[in-house]
């Protein structure tokens, strides 16, 4: 099983950053995606960045232009910048075998989360 790790949340005013790390040991296979969700209370849990094995990057429409997801050898990044309070969520990362997929469902493996609220 693959453990993902997350880290980097917290407090700040909007307009501010935060960059969220995600450490895995590795991947289950040679085709991956590796991406971050949220999930805001009361609403469910939706992608937001997805960053693939093939160097592709993808972002859900509320956070482009602000998020930027990274990687290297064995950690995964979200850079957000000018975080508005709708940004406000529990943040996990997420690693799945094969191609991307925005369906949370397709996960195979789950960080414990990291919280980001903006006010």
């Known amino acids: 099983h693959v453990q993902l790790v997350e880290s980097g949340g917290g407090s700040v005013q909007a307009g501010g950053s935060l960059r969220l790390s995600c450490a895995a040991p590795?991947?289950?296979?040679?085709?991956?995606?590796m991406a971050w969700f949220r999930q805001a209370p009361g609403k469910e849990r939706e992608g937001v960045a997805h960053?693939?094995?093939?160097?592709s990057t993808s972002y859900a429409d509320p956070v482009k232009g602000r998020f930027t997801i990274s990687k290297d050898k064995n950690t995964l990044y979200l850079q957000m910048n000018s975080l508005k309070p709708e940004d406000t969520a529990m943040y996990y990362c997420a690693l799945r075998d094969g191609g991307c997929s925005t369906w949370d469902r397709n996960y195979n493996y789950w960080g414990q989360g990291t919280q980001v609220t903006v006010s």
């Open positions: 960053s693939h094995s093939d160097g």
């Open positions: 590795g991947h289950t296979h040679s085709t991956y995606c």
